[in-house]
């Protein structure tokens, strides 16, 4: 089940309603196939391709770009050891050589029974608390070695499932209520703006014309 | 004055340049002499500025700061400097970054000796790299289709490959995959590069990552030579080199011609030189004898032949073909069999194309004129399929420069989604729809689109900036429909001009010399008379001859004694293979002359070898009427010989005398009986700024000789590296400057309604039926005809064909899943694979020419309506 199902593409659906273009829709979409499947399959770049009218290839390479997108099977949990200036000051790269101890596996890698995916992370913002780190883009932190064996165990054992969706579930990307702002008035507005710009630049333009035949 | 027109003035290097708005700075300092490096940058492309390798020193409100030169448009007043030691720096710095990651294998690789990257280095780098590091490592290298070559660790991700096949082609099929120092071109996993395209991302490649796989290992770029000449896989005449190593073709670039192909080539064009060094070429002639074949001599050939053609009546003496052979050669066979035989059965065409009085008569148009229309009609099937080149232009002027298009097709094209409007027609009906654009009343069900947007969209604009492309979509009917939709449309639009979509080879140069029944040389009609003609030739035909349907026709009646097939493999390329088949088994001499042996060569009596593309000189003409030369690069095959070499031994042994003895008598005498190429010499058809051709009649075009870009070696690595018979290397033509002044031509077209000269549709017409669906067969690029098959690389890319139906008839047969059906008409059964289309109308099957390597062209029976067929499902 990897293209997007009936319930997700009535979703697709009003993403790609809130565009002009529709090519603007493929992120969203992209976090949107995310959040259903852990990851991008194939089979939802493709159908994604579809939808916003361009080419597979273009959304593997837009997708590609951006660190969210995981464009290869995850574990249902992605834990991003923070390893910049502030959490390596604090210990990061230990917790890091820790968590690949605990977990067994290498930075990258996923666990065999697919719960647990190991990255380091650039600065996540989190400094206060160094060294920290975030699971399924949720913070936590400062973590000590003990802290990080009992997140695992929260995890592993479900008791944070409320607080910690399973990767890809992004609340940004679902709309509970209808577009705050009818389409038809943005494109209204957009109108307008584009006139009133059409006018201000005819304004300087005769101006220019007449300053320069003076 | 518009703003295209204003001047501005800018200094580069302390020297005033003159430049126009909108212009950027890396080619208006090239203008002026001033040579910015560069790898991103490439004139037909939209710039990026992602290299970095262009930054020169700008004067801004802060000073002079470094600013990439390919992504700023010049301003009036402009201050830049190139060769500071800010700029040298700024740019030994970038080149130092790109050589970071580059394994520089260049012993190895095949852009070695012709690579942008190691002649910038060289001219602008640093000698040594601080680099110490281990570079990135890829797989290398990986195919990413069958003819292109990916190497990821040579890439310095400039981005030219990605920005055409999203821009140009219009197929992003490879993109940058990852970010920083992982970014790397990919394609979509299952999804190779497979676009009629993908050549040309080799072609501007400034470094060896993206190679093709005919050329991988073949040669060195310094043991290379070439010589500029005019493609001949379609008729769109796109100027390129052929570049030679020891008598062996290697491979095809496209020249930057402004007029025609923009430096693009496609893969047929590119790649189809592999059947020049094709095992199938012919090496002597033969006769093919109850016992085989029996390998013969020239003049024992030629012998048989004129004794043949001693005891035939003229009107018994036919051809078909020669469509792909040289202007020259065309006119040799047009005066052995019109002027001096008397026959006037020898048509070009395979019964694939349209009545030559519409080309011949109308008012032709140029592609730079097609693509500037106010309103573009296309009545010409699917362009990509055809004239791929032609695809590209119409395709980027409806793109960037919102050139309208009114499409009128029997399903849906490459072209569809740029046009403003669409309307599909049921096979037979395109001639009512025309009428209904102009105002007729028309029946709903044999149509569909938006008739009241294009008959607004026709009334919008002047007539006379219309112009038509115009070609035959549909194999399975009559040609007469849609004809008469082209000639309605040109009468009914007054001053609108016709762009012919003919496609075969050099078709519309045979037409202009008049292989084609009722036509002379220069688009005169046989009937009209012609006193040059007379003072020049032995005789004339005493009256208008037969096109190649009907010449096998009347061979099935035993009317036709010989019959040359030039060029022409009826078996596999006739529409209706049937006919072809038993027309050639009745008559007693049948005389073939080609290049390859094809699956028609075994019905000949005796066959003759001819020289192919490269191995001979000469002229073509294109769709617009555009004459360019043909470069001779390689010693011709074997025995082989030129077709008007043929031609006039053939006449010699029936003791006749065509009056020639070199292309250039030929030409002299083309001059002086068409009055079409009047004014034309070959020494203005060689001259340097001619060399992208030049359009006949003189009087049409306005722009006589157009200055063509000058070769770039940075756009096109390879072409003028190669110098040992090829043009200098910076051959800045200067316009006019050594070109033989054209003198004006006497042409003049005698002015008459297109309709008035065809025939009427008088045919009984049916409608859309529920169980008898009507055939549209149409041609594709890549078939199995001899010259794709004959080419290796080509050959792999061959599919087997599917059908279409729309959703209606698809639920009709009872398909569901599988689409494999059964396919009955006119005696024969063909299995196929449907897929849906929805826009084909309800009661249509659309079919690829080949499909059943050629079995499709058994379903056809023309003659009286459209072909009908019935299906069911396996």
């Known amino acids: 089940m990897s293209r997007f199902t009936k319930e997700m593409e009535t979703r697709a659906f009003e993403l790609l309603a809130l565009y002009p273009e529709k090519r603007s829709a493929t992120i969203p979409l992209c976090h949107l196939a995310q959040e259903q499947n852990g990851y991008l399959t194939e089979e939802s770049m493709v159908q994604i391709a579809d939808l916003v009218g361009t080419t597979p290839a273009e959304v593997l390479g837009a997708a590609s770009f951006y660190d969210m997108l995981h464009t290869e099977p995850v574990g249902k949990y992605v834990v991003g050891v923070c390893t910049n200036i502030a959490c390596l000051l604090q210990g990061g790269e230990e917790l890091l050589g820790h968590a690949e101890e605990k977990l067994g596996i290498a930075t990258g890698a996923t666990t065999d029974d697919g719960m647990f995916t190991l990255e380091d992370m650039e600065c996540i913002a989190h400094c206060d608390h160094a060294p920290a780190l975030q699971v399924n883009y949720r913070f936590f932190g400062p973590l000590t070695n003990d802290g990080f064996d009992a997140l695992v165990d929260d995890l592993s054992a479900g008791k944070l499932e409320s607080e910690v969706p399973p990767h890809g579930t992004l609340s940004r990307v679902q709309r509970k209520h209808p577009i705050a702002v009818p389409l038809e008035e943005i494109v209204r507005h957009r109108r307008d703006s584009d006139a009133k710009e059409g006018e201000r630049l005819a304004a300087k333009a005769a101006t220019e014309a007449k300053e320069g035949s003076n | ?874």
């Open chain 2, 1 to 874: 004055m518009t703003d295209s027109e204003k001047k501005l003035k800018l200094t580069v290097n302390g020297k005033e340049v003159e430049s126009a708005p909108g212009e950027m700075l890396i080619a208006a300092a090239e203008k002026a002499g001033v040579l910015i490096p560069r790898f991103c940058y490439h004139p037909r492309l939209e710039p990026v500025g992602v290299c970095r390798m262009c930054l020169v020193e700008v004067k801004g409100p802060r000073g002079f700061t470094l600013q990439p030169a390919c992504y700023i448009s010049v301003s009036d007043g402009m201050e830049v400097v190139t060769d500071s030691e800010k700029a040298k720096k700024a740019q030994d710095g970038v080149l130092e970054f790109l050589l970071a990651n580059h394994p520089l294998d260049c012993p190895v690789c095949d852009k070695g000796g012709e690579c942008p990257l190691q002649d910038q280095t060289l001219t602008f780098g640093p000698s040594e790299s601080r680099f110490v590091e281990e570079k990135r490592h890829f797989e290398k290298p990986i195919a990413i289709s069958k003819l292109v070559y990916l190497d990821r660790e040579r890439c310095i991700q400039c981005d030219r490959c990605t920005r055409f096949a999203a821009d140009i082609a219009g197929e992003a099929l490879i993109d940058f995959e990852g970010r920083g120092g992982a970014l790397h071109i990919t394609t979509f996993p299952d999804k190779p590069f497979a676009s009629y395209f993908s050549g040309n991302t080799a072609q501007i490649c400034p470094v060896g990552a993206l190679t093709t796989t005919p050329y991988r290992f073949k040669a060195r770029p310094w043991d290379l030579e070439q010589v500029e000449s005019t493609c001949v896989s379609c008729a769109v005449g796109c100027q390129m080199v052929v570049q030679s190593s020891e008598n062996e073709i290697v491979r095809y670039l496209g020249i930057d011609s402004e007029a025609v192909n923009q430096s693009w080539l496609c893969d047929k064009g590119r790649f189809g030189f592999e059947s020049v060094s094709s095992a199938e070429r012919i090496p002597s002639p033969y006769f093919n004898e109850p016992s085989g074949m029996v390998e013969t001599g020239w003049s024992q050939a030629l012998d048989a032949i004129a004794k043949a053609l001693k005891s035939a009546e003229p009107e018994s003496v036919a051809l078909i073909g020669g469509s792909h052979m040289a202007n020259e050669d065309i006119y040799a066979w047009v005066k052995l069999t019109k002027g001096v035989i008397g026959t006037d059965s020898i048509d070009a065409q395979l019964d694939d194309g349209l009545d030559p009085k519409i080309v011949a008569l109308s008012d032709r148009a140029t592609i730079q004129e097609a693509t500037q229309a106010k309103l573009l009609i296309l009545m010409a099937g699917d362009l990509r399929e055809e004239l791929p080149i032609l695809y590209l232009r119409i395709r980027s002027a409806a793109k960037k420069a919102g050139l309208k298009i009114l499409e009128i097709s029997l399903s849906e094209t490459s072209l569809s989604n740029e046009a403003e409007v669409s309307l599909r027609y049921f096979p037979g009906y395109a001639e009512e729809l025309v009428n209904g654009l102009f105002g007729a009343e028309v029946d709903p069900q044999f149509f569909a689109g938006d008739l009241q947007a294009a008959r607004a969209l026709v009334s919008s604009v002047d007539p006379a900036s219309v112009v038509v492309v115009g070609a035959r979509e549909n194999l399975a009917d009559s040609s007469l429909d849609p004809e008469r939709a082209i000639a309605k449309l040109l009468d009914s639009l007054v001053g609108s001009k016709f762009l012919s979509g003919l496609r075969r080879g050099n078709v519309n140069g045979a037409i202009d010399m008049g292989m084609v029944p009722g036509l002379v040389p220069g688009r005169g009609q046989l009937q009209d008379g012609n006193e040059a003609l007379k003072a020049k030739w032995k005789t004339l035909p005493r009256k208008v001859g037969r096109n190649s349907r009907e010449i096998l026709e009347s061979a099935l009646r035993g009317e036709i004694k010989v019959l040359f097939l030039v060029g022409a493999d009826l078996i596999s390329d006739f529409s209706d293979s049937a006919l072809a088949e038993k027309a050639l088994g009745n008559i007693p001499m049948v005389v073939g002359i080609d290049s390859l042996s094809n699956r028609t060569t075994s019905y000949c009596s005796v066959v003759l070898p001819a020289t192919a593309f490269a191995e001979r000189h000469g002229s073509t003409t294109n769709i617009e009427g555009r004459v360019s030369t043909l470069g001779k690069k390689l010693v011709g095959f074997s025995l082989s010989r030129p077709e008007w070499m043929i031609a006039v031994e053939l006449a010699a042994y029936m003791g006749e005398d065509l009056g020639f003895e070199s292309l250039h008598d030929i030409w002299g005498e083309i001059q002086e009986v068409s009055q079409l190429h009047r004014g034309l010499s070959i020494a203005a058809l060689g001259a340097p700024g001619a060399k992208e051709g030049i359009v006949v009649p003189l009087s049409a075009s306005k722009v006589q000789i157009s200055n063509r870009r000058v070769l770039d070696p940075i756009a096109t690595p390879g072409i003028t590296s190669v110098g040992v018979s090829g043009p200098p290397s910076s051959s800045a033509a200067i316009p006019g400057e050594g070109d033989p002044v054209l003198s004006e031509s006497t042409y003049s077209r005698q002015r008459s309604k297109l309709l008035e000269l065809l025939a009427h549709d008088d045919r009984a017409k049916a409608g859309p039926e529920a169980d008898n669906f009507a055939l549209v067969v149409s041609k594709r690029l890549y078939d199995h005809g001899v010259e794709v098959m004959s080419a290796k690389h080509l050959s792999e890319l061959v599919v087997p064909s599917k059908g279409r139906v729309s959703p209606k008839g698809w639920e009709r047969i009872g398909l569901n899943g599988s689409g494999l059906t059964r396919l009955q008409g006119n005696g024969a059964s063909v299995e196929l694979e449907l897929v849906v289309d929805p826009s084909l109308l309800d009661g249509v099957v659309k079919v690829e020419f080949d499909g059943a390597l050629g079995e499709v062209s058994k379903l056809f029976g023309v003659e009286n309506s459209t072909s009908r067929v019935k299906m069911e499902k396996v």
